[in-house]
């Protein structure tokens, strides 16, 4: 399979792409859910799966909350959310309009995953604006725990892990500082419907 493997050149193109995606309208989402201006930055491609495990500090936090959502149909890509436990219940008392949540209960998971779902609705409006692609979005799931306990179980429903990509994006809050990841997984061959999209 490592002839379909992306070059540099394609990444570069690819992380552009999804930047612009986010940028229209899932940054602008996640903005107008938390009330203030919300600050993003494609960090980084990684070519397996595999190699999530090594992204930075903020991601490897013990105890993380995340949303793992997954599209089907005319293409297939994943989308996993995670944050530190501070910053979910912050966005949750947001949500519920409440000054502050000492733990997660059902209906704060809840409002967490809802999070995860508008944001991924937005990118993928935004991806079949641009390439005709229809996709059909999974419910969000939600779970605490380490990554490197959740990931691979997650990936599973939908990837092989040896043969993936993860693109990872860190949106901010302006105000706030609360620190969202949102890491894009997809295979090389659904990457590069992204790269040439039959219109």
Same mark, same amino acid.
């Given at each position: /399979?490592?002839?379909?493997?992306?070059? @540099?050149?394609?990444?570069?193109v690819?992380?552009?792409?999804?930047?612009?995606?986010?940028? @229209?309208?899932?940054?602008?989402?996640?903005?107008?859910?938390?009330?203030?201006?919300?600050? #993003?930055?494609?960090?980084?491609? #990684?070519?397996?799966?595999?190699?999530?495990?090594?992204?930075?500090?903020?991601?490897?936090?013990i105890?993380?909350?995340s949303?793992?959502?997954?599209?089907?149909?005319?293409?297939?890509?994943?989308?996993?959310?995670? /944050?530190?436990?501070?910053?979910?219940?912050?966005?949750?008392?947001?949500?519920?309009?409440?000054?502050?949540?000492?733990?997660l $209960?059902?209906?704060?998971?809840?409002?967490?995953?809802?999070?995860?779902?508008?944001?991924?609705?937005?990118?993928?409006?935004?991806?079949?604006?641009?390439?005709?692609?229809?996709?059909?979005?999974?419910?969000?799931?939600?779970? /605490?725990?380490?990554?490197?306990?959740?990931?691979?179980?997650?990936?599973?429903?939908?990837?092989?892990?040896?043969? $993936?990509?993860?693109?990872?994006?860190?949106?901010?809050?302006?105000?706030?500082?609360?620190?969202? #990841? /949102?890491?894009?997984?997809? $295979?090389? $061959?659904?990457?590069?419907?992204?790269?040439?999209?039959?219109?």
């Amino acid at each position: /399979m490592t002839t379909n493997v992306l070059d @540099q050149v394609e990444v570069n193109v690819l992380e552009g792409v999804l930047d612009s995606y986010i940028t @229209q309208k899932t940054s602008v989402a996640l903005s107008s859910l938390l009330g203030e201006s919300v600050n #993003h930055v494609v960090k980084q491609t #990684h070519m397996e799966i595999s190699k999530i495990g090594n992204v930075d500090n903020v991601i490897k936090e013990i105890v993380a909350c995340s949303v793992f959502l997954h599209g089907g149909g005319d293409i297939r890509l994943g989308i996993l959310y995670t /944050m530190p436990e501070q910053s979910a219940k912050e966005i949750a008392a947001k949500l519920m309009c409440i000054d502050k949540i000492d733990s997660l $209960d059902d209906m704060s998971k809840s409002a967490i995953s809802e999070v995860g779902n508008i944001m991924s609705g937005s990118f993928f409006n935004a991806l079949a604006d641009h390439t005709g692609l229809k996709v059909e979005l999974s419910t969000p799931d939600f779970a /605490m725990t380490s990554l490197a306990a959740l990931l691979e179980p997650h990936a599973s429903e939908f990837v092989c892990p040896t043969g $993936d990509m993860v693109t990872e994006v860190e949106f901010t809050g302006k105000d706030s500082g609360l620190l969202l #990841h /949102m890491l894009i997984i997809q $295979d090389y $061959d659904n990457a590069k419907k992204l790269l040439n999209p039959e219109r």
